[in-house]
């Protein structure tokens, strides 16, 4: 699943990043920008993805996704759901690891800073366990 948060109302990086994880053999379900965090939620519970991407480029990434993860790992059917969160994440710009650790100590799975690259995203999924990678292509 890849998704935004409550603020962010850009695309372009959700269709990005939806059509990179169907080149690698996933199958997709973009909810779109400004994705209420209930409809996040009811979401997951539904469709019970095998990953959560959560993609933002306004800068607020880090307030909305400490916010959202919680709500998320609160469900108990989500707890073991690898969820990620990248992007511009702060509007103070790079170098602050801060944000990124208290992103992480939230319960992300892992957090992918603007500016990086995408070689560290495509990595993380091209190593999720065999069982996640055997649904998602299935």
């Not at 100590?105 to 070689?119: H, K, R």
Request: with cysteine.
């Amino acid at each position: 699943m890849v998704t935004s948060v409550a603020s962010d109302s850009h695309t372009w990086n959700l269709i990005y990043l939806q059509l990179l994880l169907e080149e690698l053999g996933h199958r997709v379900t973009n909810l779109g920008a400004c994705v209420p965090d209930d409809l996040m939620v009811d979401e997951c519970r539904r469709l019970r993805p095998d990953l959560v991407v959560i993609s933002s480029v306004n800068g607020h990434g880090h307030h909305d996704g400490r916010r959202v993860i919680g709500r998320l790992r609160d469900c108990p059917e989500l707890r073991e759901t690898p969820i990620v969160i990248g992007g511009k994440l702060g509007i103070t710009g790079g170098g602050d690891r801060g944000p990124l650790e208290e992103l992480r100590a939230a319960g992300f799975d892992a957090v992918f800073e603007d500016g990086t690259g995408i070689a560290r995203f495509q990595g993380f999924v091209r190593a999720l366990p065999a069982r996640v990678m055997a649904r998602v292509t299935a």
